[in-house]
């Protein structure tokens, strides 16, 4: 099995660090390979996405993927911005498929800035759709009008085929878990969302098992802070899914905690911590590994065929944090305050 690492920029290289380390104490016939992307592409090949890089993802059975960005590039031309490098991989991978489980463990209740009983023992799953919407509609630009006066331009746009096909990937997997659906849109005001609504419909009549509903985005937003147990799986776009995504992610204690799954049409995918590079503490020691070791799992599972070891790192995690270890991001009183490193030795050792 071959796996392309992707550190990219700032904590990026720490986090894929301990990942790596927690893959191959699983003893399993894994052959990594790893490439510059992001800012690290830009430095390396003045891109990026270095073509050599876009090769090897391509190649691989699955990519592990740590974070890119950081503010010295943030004056570069947008095509060559660090963003750009990730935005292009998912889309020529035709990675549409993005699952952000937003699990909290026991022993993390106390980390989140809700009350512990309102997120105990929460499980959701968001499923964003992430090859289309926004991010990447055309046209899109900043132009000068004839009055002198500049204007930026992106265009929401989706279609039914896309609409579809994600939507199916969240039937199928609510099918496989609670078995309801949110459907959440802004079809009171965007047409574009307007048809989404009456896709996933559409769809919804193959799945009479699941029960399917409808939330606008602004509501959706509201409904994650004050109950967000309501929810089993949440379905939305790009542009939606981004925000909702990182908002779910606090519910758990820290965005430090949540692993993500990019998948193709054929299971393929890209594994990532949904937390960015984090310019602030690169280099420390102090990133929270968990949510890149948590996307190994997820690798092993969707990818890889490997559920078992899936479920021994998951184990591990689990293990270390009841153990009272914690990085600075989820730290609470009487716990041990540990770095990346101390951390990601904490779960070898649990495995
Ligand atoms: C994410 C990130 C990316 C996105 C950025 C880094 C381009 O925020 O994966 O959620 O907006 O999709
Ligand atoms: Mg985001």
């Excluded at 592990?64 to 950081?70: K, P, T």
């Excluded at 065929?305 to 790192?313: K, T």
Aim: hydrophobic share 45%.
């Amino acid at each position: 099995m071959k796996i392309a690492v992707l550190p990219g920029d700032g904590i990026g290289k720490e986090i894929v660090a301990q990942a790596v380390r927690v893959l191959r104490r699983l003893g399993l016939p894994l052959e990594l390979a790893e490439a510059p992307v992001g800012g690290a592409g830009y430095e390396a090949a003045g891109d990026p996405l270095p073509a050599a890089t876009l090769v090897l993802a391509r190649e691989a059975d699955a990519i592990l993927f740590g974070a890119i960005g950081g503010p010295q590039y943030d004056a570069l031309p947008r095509d060559q911005r660090p963003e750009r490098g990730l935005l292009r991989l998912r889309k020529e991978l035709g990675l549409f498929a993005n699952l952000r489980p937003a699990q909290v463990f026991a022993d993390l209740a106390q980390a989140s800035s809700l009350r512990p009983e309102l997120v105990a023992g929460l499980d959701v799953l968001i499923v964003r759709e992430l090859t289309g919407d926004i991010y990447f509609g055309e046209p899109r630009g900043i132009t000068t009008l004839a009055n002198g006066e500049r204007e930026g331009v992106n265009t929401m746009r989706y279609r039914e085929s896309e609409i579809r096909r994600i939507a199916r990937v969240a039937f199928e997997a609510a099918r496989r878990r609670g078995k309801r659906l949110c459907s959440v849109d802004k079809a009171n005001v965007l047409e574009t969302t307007e048809l989404w609504r009456q896709v996933v419909s559409e769809l919804g009549k193959d799945y009479a098992d699941v029960q399917l509903s409808h939330m606008y985005v602004d509501n959706c937003a509201m409904q994650l802070v004050r109950n967000p147990k309501q929810f089993d799986v949440i379905v939305t776009g790009n542009l939606f899914g981004d925000i909702l995504s990182d908002e779910a992610s606090m519910l758990t204690g820290s965005i430090g905690m949540l692993p993500s799954a990019s998948l193709d049409e054929r299971g393929k995918g890209l594994y990532e911590p949904i937390h960015g590079s984090a310019p602030d503490i690169a280099g420390k020691g102090l990133a929270n590994p968990l949510a890149t070791i948590l996307s190994a799992a997820m690798m092993l599972r969707y990818s890889l065929g490997h559920v078992a070891e899936a479920d021994r790192i998951e184990g591990a995690v689990r293990k270390v944090l009841r153990q009272g270890l914690r990085t600075a991001d989820i730290y609470t009183d009487g716990c041990r305050k540990v770095g990346t490193q101390e951390m990601g030795d904490a779960v070898v050792a649990a495995l």
